[in-house]
């Protein structure tokens, strides 16, 4: 499925959230790994509005797989959302596949992560 009918079906689920309707939105979510796919799911994280919709948004990314994986590493890199880059830990931190040096620099991350959430407000 192409980008402007995933963010069409997901404004849609916003506005009138259906179970069903979101398990198939989620389920084309992670049917490929363009890039701009990943991103667009990626940037769903930051809205928590609906608790079960965020939840299934975030609980299938790893589907993404070795694309997905390498994706949010390089966004910790980047990200200065607080609240996404938390997303980004957690979503990798329940991958599977992580090499040694991945699981090594995720660590330093998430202590950075730590000293500077207590500098700052998450969200």
């Known amino acids: 499925m192409d980008l402007i009918k995933l963010q069409s079906k997901y404004e849609n689920l916003e506005n009138n959230y259906d179970e069903v309707k979101a398990t198939d939105f989620v389920d084309s979510l992670v049917e490929t790994n363009e890039i701009k796919i990943i991103d667009f799911h990626y940037k769903l994280l930051k809205n928590i509005k609906n608790k079960d919709f965020f939840y299934a948004i975030r609980g299938d990314f790893y589907k993404h797989g070795e694309d997905g994986k390498l994706f949010l590493l390089d966004k910790l890199k980047s990200e200065t959302n607080l ?15 992580l090499k040694p040096s991945e699981v090594e620099h995720i660590k330093l991350v998430a202590n950075d992560f730590i000293i500077s959430s207590n500098d700052n407000s998450i969200g």
Do not use: R
């Not at 880059?85 to 990798?92: G, H, T």
């Open 83 to 97: 609240a996404l880059k938390a997303e980004a830990l957690f979503v990798l931190g329940g991958m599977d596949d």
